[in-house]
C-alpha cells in the first residue's frame, strides 16, 4: 500500500509542476488571466493523477485503469475545441486580429501539454514504482526539462534577418523601399504616417523560410504581436493607419508598416525577431527531392 501511494504521489508531483512550468503568461500565449490559471492548473493536476495511477495499475493486472487515458484523450480534445471557440469568440472585438492559423496554434498547444503532463506523471511514477526515490526524482527532473524543450518552437528571427525599412511616398502612394502598400489620400493622414510610422523589411534566410512568410496566418501573426506590445493608433473603420505585412513578389521578403503608440524601430525589431513560427505555416517543401530541383 505504501509503495502504492509513493509512486502516485510521486507522479502526480512530477506532472503538476511540470505544467505548471509549462504555463506561461504573456502576448503571446493564452490565457492571461487568473480563472484560466486555475482551469489549466487544475486540468494539469488531473492529467498528471491519470499518469501517476496508470503504472500501479497495470502492476496489479488492473487493465481497466488503462481506458482512463482513451477518455482522457477524448477530453483533452475538448479542451482543444474549448480553447478554438473561446479565441474565435475574442476575436471579433478586435481591431487586429491574431487570425486562424495563430488561434489554432494555441488550441493545439493547450492539448499537447496535457498528454506531456501525463507521460511526466507516467514515467516517475513507473520509476518511484520499480526502483527508487533517486532514479523517479532525476526522471521528474528529465521529464520537465524535456516538456520545456518539446515547447520551444522556432521563431522569426531563426528564418529571417530584419532591418529598417526606407519609407516614403510617391504621389498619394505609401511604399516600403519599392513594395506599395495602399493609397493615402488625405495630406494630414501622409503627415502623419511620415512623422509617427515604422517600417521594416523581413528578409527570409532561404527558400522554404520564403515560403513561411508567404502564409497569411504568419503574416497576421506578425502584425498581431507587434501590436501587442507597441499599441496602434488604427481605430474603427480608419484603413489608411491600419499595420499592414506585404510582399515583394519578385525578391521575396516582407514590408511591415505600423503606426505605434510606442514607435521604438529597435523594441519592434526584437518583437518581430520573438515571433513564433506557427505549425501551419512552417514550411520544408523544398527539402524534398522535388522541392530541390525546383529550387535549382
Not at 482543444?80 to 479565441?87: A, S, V
Not at 518552437?153 to 529598417?164: H, N, P, V
Not at 513594395?179 to 534566410?205: S, T, Y
Not at 504568419?218 to 496602434?232: K, N, P, T, W, Y
Amino acid at each position: 500500500m505504501e509503495n502504492y501511494l509513493y509512486a502516485i504521489i510521486t507522479g502526480i508531483a512530477a506532472g503538476f509542476i511540470s505544467r505548471v512550468v509549462m504555463l506561461r503568461n504573456d502576448h503571446r500565449n493564452y490565457p492571461t488571466y487568473p480563472h484560466g490559471h486555475l482551469t489549466h492548473l487544475s486540468l494539469g493536476f488531473m492529467a498528471a493523477a491519470l499518469g501517476a495511477v496508470a503504472i500501479p495499475a497495470i502492476a496489479e493486472e488492473d487493465y481497466t485503469a488503462v481506458t482512463f487515458l482513451v477518455l482522457a484523450a477524448q477530453q483533452f480534445r475538448d479542451i482543444r475545441n474549448m480553447e478554438r471557440e473561446t479565441l474565435n469568440r475574442l476575436e471579433e472585438t478586435k481591431l487586429v486580429p491574431r487570425g486562424a492559423d495563430y488561434i489554432e496554434g494555441i488550441a493545439r498547444v493547450f492539448e499537447a501539454r496535457n498528454y506531456l503532463v501525463i507521460f511526466s506523471a507516467l514515467i516517475t511514477s513507473g520509476l518511484a514504482w520499480y526502483l527508487n526515490g533517486i532514479y523517479a526524482l532525476a526522471g521528474a527532473v528529465i521529464c520537465v526539462l524535456f516538456s520545456l524543450c518539446f515547447m520551444n518552437g522556432s521563431f522569426i528571427g531563426d528564418i529571417a534577418e530584419i532591418e529598417r525599412g526606407e519609407l516614403h511616398f510617391e504621389g498619394s502612394l505609401l511604399k516600403i523601399n519599392d513594395i506599395v502598400f495602399n493609397n493615402v489620400g488625405l495630406p494630414q493622414v501622409r503627415k502623419k504616417i511620415m512623422d509617427e510610422a515604422l517600417g521594416v523589411i523581413i528578409k527570409p534566410k532561404d527558400d522554404n523560410a520564403r515560403l513561411t512568410l508567404d502564409a497569411f496566418g504568419q503574416r497576421m501573426a506578425i502584425i498581431h504581436d507587434v501590436v501587442s506590445i507597441l499599441g496602434s493608433k488604427v481605430e474603427m473603420d480608419e484603413k489608411d493607419l491600419m499595420p499592414m505585412a506585404r510582399k515583394d513578389p519578385d525578391k521575396g521578403y516582407l514590408a511591415l508598416y505600423i503606426v505605434a503608440n510606442e514607435p521604438d524601430l529597435e523594441v519592434l525589431i526584437e518583437v518581430i525577431k520573438k515571433v513564433p513560427v506557427l505549425e501551419s505555416s512552417y514550411n520544408t517543401t523544398l527539402k524534398t527531392f522535388s522541392g530541390r530541383k525546383a529550387a535549382d
